[in-house]
């Protein structure tokens, strides 16, 4: 059974995910749709009366959310086509006075979970599929007042190249997207809004294009994708100029 995947699907970027998807691959089986939140995963399930989208409502946080996503793929035999890891989060303040645990739920959503569900993704995966990983312009170079959530980012995105390198033999491709501030839930989340002189001055992506595109590259085989010439220029400057300057632009 030939079947998208899409966690963090939700609300924002993942429910663009899911809108591309759609469009893209009108012929897939199943449509699967991961968050938390059951109510609004069935709200969006609705709205594709045309698609078959199978709301699974799963805490990514939680080791047993892996053994569960893992049997429901192999009970479904599925084929997965496209895997997209969205499910993520992040937190605008220091290091210093923060909560440990939020600090550390970072670390387990965006590194912990998109490690355990690439792995099982792979297993269920043929020659023309591909994952995108969802990164972030934070992967570039590490942020003030952002440190976890931009390490967790430079996790994904060396993960993703070597992930890629490792199954490229059997013609899977994996994606690392890396956009900049998106107006989602995101930013409320963070606490970002109203908080961040560097965030307000920043040009914002837009989700729909994000994920049309990153989706697009995805199947062309491409490593990483960087919306906008803003953000590619970015990525670029990162590589030649030393981060503890760069820094110097993100404190505030």
């Not at 210093?96 to 569900?117: F, H, I, K, P, W």
């Not at 570039?140 to 959530?149: D, E, K």
């Not at 062309?220 to 030649?240: D, E, M, Q, V, W």
Request: net charge positive; with cysteine; glycine share 6%.
């Amino acid at each position: 059974m030939n079947i998208a995947v899409i966690t963090g699907a939700s609300s924002g970027l993942g429910i663009e995910y899911l809108k591309s998807i759609c469009e893209k691959y009108p012929n897939l089986h199943e449509y699967w749709i991961i968050a938390r939140r059951t109510e609004k995963l069935n709200k969006i399930a609705n709205l594709y009366p045309d698609r078959k989208i199978i709301p699974v409502s799963l805490d990514l946080s939680e080791y047993e959310s892996y053994k569960k996503l893992d049997e429901m793929l192999a009970k479904a035999d599925a084929d997965i086509k496209v895997f997209v890891n969205n499910a993520g989060y992040g937190v605008l303040g220091d290091v210093y006075g923060s909560d440990y645990n939020e600090q550390c739920g970072m670390v387990d959503l965006n590194c912990r979970a998109l490690t355990a569900l690439t792995t099982i993704a792979l297993k269920y995966m043929n020659k023309g599929s591909f994952i995108v990983n969802v990164c972030s312009i934070a992967s570039f170079c590490p942020n003030a007042r952002m440190s976890v959530y931009s390490a967790t980012k430079a996790y994904v995105k060396s993960y993703s190249r070597t992930v890629r390198f490792e199954n490229k033999k059997r013609g899977i491709n994996v994606l690392a997207t890396c956009p900049g501030p998106m107006d989602t839930e995101f930013l409320s989340v963070a606490g970002i809004n109203g908080n961040s002189k560097t965030f307000e001055m920043l040009p914002y992506c837009n989700p729909a294009k994000v994920a049309r595109k990153s989706v697009a590259a995805a199947e062309k085989g491409k490593g990483i994708y960087t919306p906008t010439f803003f953000y590619k220029f970015y990525r670029c400057l990162a590589k030649i100029v030393p981060h503890s300057i760069l820094m110097n632009f993100t404190k505030t």
